[in-house]
């Protein structure tokens, strides 16, 4: 599904962000990313969203090279993957039914389409009470939620997750990952990017360890060691 | 695809424009502020060249006839003075109307009057007094009444009237040179503040662009309702600029009748006879800036 070919990032002069990275990810499997802040981990997920280009090595997307896309071609690599970060990024001056049609809309999908989809998965998040709502007006956890249901909506094969749980609280934490591992269920591969030891250790998932943009730890189930 | 896409992005700008709406009147408000000096500028442009037209009117040049001249020999003269494209009127004032004009003129002078009973006759001469088209021309029309070979001419010295002349040319013609530089600089001052209003309207939706760049939306998605949203400011602006400027023209003519008295000034009829071109124009550029300013703003902002 996710293929990384000896990718490498250099900032100017000689920050090597990521250096000689090459990961294997199958469909359907569920990573966590994990390392303390600066070992790459952001920039590994800005390259898989085409955010930035990779100075060396390859990037394969369910088969799809896109080491060197073009600016053109990006909106539709991001149709394909959803993310969510951090900060969750919803658009402050749409209500979360808005906010997740928007990311149909921006796809050409009818208006017809738009209206069967969003309110199921705004249910499937939990947010059916609360779809008229801005996001200031929800908590933490509902704007990460509503994030979820916007990456979700278009039915994505992968779910890139930048430190999802970074802003929240630990039982709004544990939520989105629990909406995650239920996500991964249906067959969506989830990478989940994180420095949350917490969480990884309880997931019982794949590990793989970034240190100094290189990969110096990949384990079946593993913990978080660094 | 194409009209639901077009559709989607009208709706984005306008859900946008109310959805800020601090943000949306404060940028309408400068770009009314802007329009508002640009129509002043118009005003003061108008009664400007009203004001030089007026001077240029008062204009003219006499040439004296010997005082026993056939009556006849001098409308034959002023007959084919008027037929030179350079003049716009000759006047015949006989010396009956220059004696007269003379009373009128130095009434409350006394002892110039007495002098003149004194004198027992009318010692004015008639005159041509020939009002040239343009300022401009004036030293063709002196060369040319130069050149007349009429033995009825008194004297035809005009050498006091081309010095007087050139230098009211000159000054005219530096007051809309200077007139015209500073209406530059005004216009472009307004422009740039417009674009930077634009600019900082667009700054405060840096996130969102962003957000939707990430989220998958074209650049079509992205610049269009932004662009749209210029196009709507510039509607706007203009709208209740023409809501504003009418009424301060109404409160203004009686002012600018009064000042220039006997003489045909109407600054409405002007920005009504030019309405189209006036305000068509003003939307155009407003727009066009609006757009410009939105396209650039918004490009650094989806650079992810």
Redesign the interface.
């Given at each position: 599904m996710i293929k990384l070919i000896n990718i490498s990032k250099i900032y100017e002069p000689d920050v090597r962000a990521l250096d000689r990275v090459s990961l294997h990810i199958k469909p359907g499997e569920f990573v966590s990313i994990v390392g303390q802040s600066g070992t790459g981990k952001t920039t590994m997920v800005k390259a898989l969203?085409g955010?930035e280009k990779v100075d060396q090595g390859k990037i394969l997307i369910g088969g799809w090279n896109i080491t060197n896309i073009g600016q053109?071609e990006v909106?539709?690599?991001?149709?394909q993957i959803g993310?969510i970060?951090q900060d969750f990024?919803?658009?402050?001056?749409?209500t979360l039914l808005e906010n997740v049609a928007?990311?149909l809309?921006?796809?050409?999908k009818?208006p017809k389409k738009i209206q069967n989809i969003v309110p199921h998965v705004l249910k499937i998040v939990g947010l059916e009470k609360k779809q008229v709502r801005y996001p200031h007006e929800v908590s933490g956890g509902e704007q990460q939620r509503a994030a979820i249901a916007?990456a979700l909506v278009h039915r994505p094969k992968i779910l890139l997750a930048d430190e999802p749980t970074g802003n929240l609280d630990s039982i709004n934490a544990n939520e989105v990952i629990d909406l995650l591992l239920r996500i991964n269920k249906f067959g969506t591969t989830v990478v989940l990017v994180t420095h949350n030891r917490e969480i990884v250790n309880k997931l019982k998932k794949r590990v793989v360890t970034l240190d100094n943009g290189m990969i110096v730890g990949d384990q079946a189930t593993g913990k978080y060691i660094l | 695809m194409f009209f639901l896409s077009f559709i989607r992005v009208v709706k984005f700008s306008l859900q946008d424009l109310v959805r800020n709406i601090w943000l949306s009147i404060v940028t309408i408000t400068i770009l009314i502020l802007a329009l508002f000096s640009i129509n002043m500028l118009l005003v003061v442009k108008n009664v400007g060249q009203a004001a030089v037209n007026v001077v240029e009117e008062k204009l003219d040049i006499s040439l004296y006839i010997k005082a026993d001249a056939p009556e006849d020999k001098i409308l034959a003269l002023k007959t084919q003075i008027s037929d030179y494209q350079q003049v716009k009127d000759v006047v015949y004032v006989s010396k009956a109307e220059a004696l007269e004009s003379f009373r009128e003129n130095n009434k409350n002078n006394p002892e110039i009057l007495q002098a003149l009973r004194e004198l027992g006759k009318n010692p004015l001469t008639p005159s041509l007094i020939i009002k040239p088209n343009s300022i401009e021309i004036i030293d063709e029309l002196i060369n040319k009444l130069n050149k007349i070979e009429n033995e009825i001419i008194e004297s035809r010295n005009f050498t006091d009237h081309k010095s007087m002349l050139g230098k009211i040319n000159s000054i005219t013609n530096k007051v809309g040179n200077v007139g015209m530089f500073v209406s530059l600089v005004f216009i472009f001052t307004a422009l740039l503040v417009v674009f930077n209003a634009i600019r900082i309207a667009i700054y405060t939706h840096r996130r969102e662009i962003t957000i939707m760049k990430l989220v998958g939306a074209s650049n079509y998605f992205t610049y269009m309702p932004f662009l749209l949203s210029g196009i709507v400011y510039a509607l706007i602006g203009v709208l209740v600029i023409i809501l504003i400027f009418y009424p301060f023209l109404s409160l203004l003519q009686p002012y600018l009748e009064a000042f220039f008295l006997g003489y045909n000034i109407n600054i409405i009829s002007y920005f009504n006879e030019n309405f189209i071109k006036i305000f068509g124009l003003q939307f155009l550029g407003i727009a066009a800036i609006n757009m410009i300013a939105s396209y650039f703003a918004v490009r650094k902002y989806a650079k992810v």
């Amino acid at each position: 599904m996710i293929k990384l070919i000896n990718i490498s990032k250099i900032y100017e002069p000689d920050v090597r962000a990521l250096d000689r990275v090459s990961l294997h990810i199958k469909p359907g499997e569920f990573v966590s990313i994990v390392g303390q802040s600066g070992t790459g981990k952001t920039t590994m997920v800005k390259a898989l969203i085409g955010e930035e280009k990779v100075d060396q090595g390859k990037i394969l997307i369910g088969g799809w090279n896109i080491t060197n896309i073009g600016q053109r071609e990006v909106p539709y690599l991001r149709r394909q993957i959803g993310v969510i970060f951090q900060d969750f990024k919803l658009l402050p001056k749409k209500t979360l039914l808005e906010n997740v049609a928007f990311a149909l809309q921006v796809c050409g999908k009818t208006p017809k389409k738009i209206q069967n989809i969003v309110p199921h998965v705004l249910k499937i998040v939990g947010l059916e009470k609360k779809q008229v709502r801005y996001p200031h007006e929800v908590s933490g956890g509902e704007q990460q939620r509503a994030a979820i249901a916007r990456a979700l909506v278009h039915r994505p094969k992968i779910l890139l997750a930048d430190e999802p749980t970074g802003n929240l609280d630990s039982i709004n934490a544990n939520e989105v990952i629990d909406l995650l591992l239920r996500i991964n269920k249906f067959g969506t591969t989830v990478v989940l990017v994180t420095h949350n030891r917490e969480i990884v250790n309880k997931l019982k998932k794949r590990v793989v360890t970034l240190d100094n943009g290189m990969i110096v730890g990949d384990q079946a189930t593993g913990k978080y060691i660094l | 695809m194409f009209f639901l896409s077009f559709i989607r992005v009208v709706k984005f700008s306008l859900q946008d424009l109310v959805r800020n709406i601090w943000l949306s009147i404060v940028t309408i408000t400068i770009l009314i502020l802007a329009l508002f000096s640009i129509n002043m500028l118009l005003v003061v442009k108008n009664v400007g060249q009203a004001a030089v037209n007026v001077v240029e009117e008062k204009l003219d040049i006499s040439l004296y006839i010997k005082a026993d001249a056939p009556e006849d020999k001098i409308l034959a003269l002023k007959t084919q003075i008027s037929d030179y494209q350079q003049v716009k009127d000759v006047v015949y004032v006989s010396k009956a109307e220059a004696l007269e004009s003379f009373r009128e003129n130095n009434k409350n002078n006394p002892e110039i009057l007495q002098a003149l009973r004194e004198l027992g006759k009318n010692p004015l001469t008639p005159s041509l007094i020939i009002k040239p088209n343009s300022i401009e021309i004036i030293d063709e029309l002196i060369n040319k009444l130069n050149k007349i070979e009429n033995e009825i001419i008194e004297s035809r010295n005009f050498t006091d009237h081309k010095s007087m002349l050139g230098k009211i040319n000159s000054i005219t013609n530096k007051v809309g040179n200077v007139g015209m530089f500073v209406s530059l600089v005004f216009i472009f001052t307004a422009l740039l503040v417009v674009f930077n209003a634009i600019r900082i309207a667009i700054y405060t939706h840096r996130r969102e662009i962003t957000i939707m760049k990430l989220v998958g939306a074209s650049n079509y998605f992205t610049y269009m309702p932004f662009l749209l949203s210029g196009i709507v400011y510039a509607l706007i602006g203009v709208l209740v600029i023409i809501l504003i400027f009418y009424p301060f023209l109404s409160l203004l003519q009686p002012y600018l009748e009064a000042f220039f008295l006997g003489y045909n000034i109407n600054i409405i009829s002007y920005f009504n006879e030019n309405f189209i071109k006036i305000f068509g124009l003003q939307f155009l550029g407003i727009a066009a800036i609006n757009m410009i300013a939105s396209y650039f703003a918004v490009r650094k902002y989806a650079k992810v």
